[in-house]
């Protein structure tokens, strides 16, 4: 973040704030120098408010922080991408997002965080967190089940239980890849080179 170039915009600088789980943008703000290394080494989005004139850490008066998890430059070194973990809402009307309340079709991604934390935390009363404690035998028999009953139901004109079902060995699926220490991230990339690999040669090209 040494070679920002803040000249551009008379000393500050975009900065659209992603969720860092679900992609979904939360919200555009403003940095200048400040503000972004305010930003870096507390950990807490900080911007440059223009209408106060001062530095404002997003989340000071309401307590909905936007917590840093990475920081990018565009490719001209003149706008930042800040993805974050947001406690909270974020918009000032309620919403998760400034540009509305479902601008990402990323749930799964914040599911799958929230099964890694009642798994770490070790909640007691979770369902997630005791299937995942009785070992990878019982997560991958929990897997067989869901997905046997995932097939009776698409031979069946029941389109709510289908869906249902197939929510299930999702949502199974998610506390196998975390008992095997893998991400929905990576089993994304996999399934991304192997569509790269089978993608036909663009016109002109052997």
């Known amino acids: 973040m040494e070679n920002i170039d803040f000249s551009k915009g008379g000393g500050l600088v975009p900065a659209v704030i992603q969720d860092n ?98 798994i770490d935390d070790n909640e007691k009363n979770s369902y997630t967190n005791k299937l995942f404690r009785q070992g990878i035998n019982k997560v991958a028999q929990k897997i067989g089940e869901e997905a046997v009953e995932l097939v009776i139901e698409s031979k069946d004109d029941n389109t709510e239980l289908f869906k249902n079902e197939a929510a299930d060995l999702l949502y199974h699926l998610l506390i196998l890849l975390k008992a095997k220490n893998t991400t929905l991230t990576e089993i994304e990339e996999v399934l991304e080179s192997r569509h790269k690999l089978s993608a036909p040669n663009p016109p002109g090209e052997a």
């Open 21 to 118: 789980n679900t992609l979904q943008v939360l919200m555009l703000g403003y940095m200048n120098q400040e503000a972004l290394d305010m930003t870096e080494n507390k950990g807490k989005v900080t911007f440059y408010s223009r209408s106060r004139n001062r530095l404002w850490t997003k989340g000071e008066t309401s307590g909905n922080f936007l917590i840093v998890k990475e920081i990018t430059a565009d490719c001209d070194n003149d706008s930042l991408l800040v993805k974050v973990s947001p406690v909270g809402p974020v918009c000032h009307i309620g919403t998760k997002s400034c540009f509305g309340k479902d601008t990402s079709k990323g749930f799964i991604y914040e599911l799958e965080q929230i099964i890694r934390h009642r």
